[in-house]
């Protein structure tokens, strides 16, 4: 079949959908986030999807009937368990695929309009899963403003900052088996603290100062080889989407544990992703000029173009039983180090990135009092109880669930959701 979108462009924000779709959506036309569902009333198979509004489109019945030929697409991509294959083909074919989903939505009469009728499931009908299978993940710490929080907190007395922070993207490598996709309940962590009553000795025990870390994520799609450091400017052609992160952090296993190589089993028991991947295509039009450096950068870290992205994140917390409290909100225009320089930073020894890979831009904070991506920083360190629903809270309990909210409104007045990652604190086994 031969389809004429060779001039349409998916990012006019003057389109409109033949769908209904409502207004406010966090999922419009100019979007276009990619994940994976299964439907709930049968048992076909996992399999990839575009997010419209309230509805799906079947990207692997979209595939199978024809509706993306001439996208240069290799086989039955879309009917993997995993948007990987699909993400190894590359920007040119991500394009084309985004611009003939955006041309079905849009433009499409006829028979090929049913056609693409016939692709589409309500929302509710279906289980988002997890959108990749996750290679390696990695975490970074690019928020001057949580640096220096922390640094506060855990150094009083001494300079927020540590001397290297400000010269590269300080980060270290996670667990990538042990990421979940929003909805997933998260086990409290058992694991060695210290306990002043046992004369420094540690005890082995769950938790008891369980936190959040409000982050945006990035997905690799396209690889690169080894030794070939990349350019921030190239972060488009590996880098497909963006989804939210919420790296939970168990800080007295973490502050037990953590030196001299950094965190470990305070950090890897859980991570949870929002289903939906919001392609950086769509996202591009908003990017803006990160914050000034406060230091002279090596070139490597320095890009051409702006990468900075204006998402603002909410985090909410719904104490057992109650309605959801907003805690906090942040933006991730504040970031010091963009996706685009954390990329070349993952690079720049040598090491390639594969598709599947997933880094984290670390805590967001922002310069306002209370724009804090995390409990330790909210409740500094525990000592100033946070009022949810009737309830306290320094850390979490069980029972409490956490959502986590984003969104980027473009300078064309396009407002792109990200949906949300929640997650649901369950007690840790007894031991
Ligand atoms: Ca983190």
């Excluded at 210290?194 to 936190?211: F, I, K, Q």
């Excluded at 392609?279 to 039009?285: D, H, R």
């Excluded at 850390?395 to 949300?420: H, K, M, Q, W, Y």
Aim: glycine share 10%; proline share 8%.
């Amino acid at each position: 079949m031969e389809y004429d979108d060779r001039a349409h462009d998916p990012n006019d924000a003057t389109l409109r959908s033949w769908l209904d779709v409502p207004s406010g959506s966090d999922f419009p036309v100019q979007s276009l986030a990619f994940g994976v569902v299964a439907p709930r009333r049968t048992n076909a198979a996992p399999r990839g999807a575009v997010a419209i509004g309230d509805h799906v489109l079947d990207l692997a019945v979209a595939q199978r009937v024809g509706l993306l030929d001439g996208c240069d697409l290799g086989g039955e991509e879309f009917a993997a368990g995993a948007l990987n294959a699909f993400l190894a083909l590359g920007p040119r074919v991500w394009r084309s695929v985004r611009r003939r989903v955006s041309w079905l939505l849009t433009r499409a009469e006829g028979t090929t309009r049913d056609a693409a009728v016939a692709c589409l499931a309500p929302r509710a009908d279906v289980d988002a899963r997890l959108p990749i299978e996750v290679a390696d993940y990695t975490d970074f710490y690019s928020s001057r403003h949580h640096a220096e929080n922390l640094g506060r907190i855990l150094r009083p007395g001494s300079p927020p900052l540590l001397p290297n922070w400000p010269y590269l993207p300080v980060g270290y490598h996670g667990r990538a088996g042990t990421v979940v996709v929003s909805g997933t309940p998260v086990h409290r962590p058992r694991g060695l603290v210290a306990d002043p009553e046992r004369d420094g000795r540690p005890v082995l025990r769950a938790s008891r100062r369980l936190d959040v870390e409000v982050e945006l994520g990035f997905v690799v799609g396209a690889a690169s080889p080894t030794a070939t450091p990349l350019r921030p400017d190239a972060a488009l052609d590996h880098v497909f989407g963006a989804l939210i992160v919420n790296d939970w952090s168990a800080r007295d296993i973490q502050a037990f544990e953590y030196q001299p190589l950094g965190p470990f089993l305070g950090k890897s028991f859980a991570t949870s992703v929002s289903p939906w991947l919001i392609p950086l295509e769509a996202l591009a039009p908003a990017f803006v000029a990160p914050p000034p450096p406060e230091v002279e950068r090596d070139p490597y870290l320095v890009a051409e173009r702006d990468f900075a992205l204006p998402v603002e994140l909410t985090l909410s917390l719904a104490a057992a039983g109650s309605e959801l409290s907003t805690l906090a909100r942040v933006d991730a225009r504040h970031l010091s180090f963009t996706f685009a320089a954390q990329l070349a930073h993952l690079t720049v020894n040598g090491a390639g990135v594969r598709t599947g890979d997933l880094y984290a831009s670390g805590t967001i904070s922002g310069p306002e009092r209370g724009a804090c991506g995390s409990l330790i920083e909210l409740t500094d360190n525990g000592t100033a109880p946070l009022h949810v629903g009737g309830a306290e809270r320094a850390f979490l309990e069980d029972g409490d669930r956490v959502v986590i909210s984003a969104e980027c409104t473009r300078p064309d007045g396009v407002r792109i959701g990200f949906g949300s990652v929640e997650g649901t604190i369950v007690a840790a086994e007894e031991g």
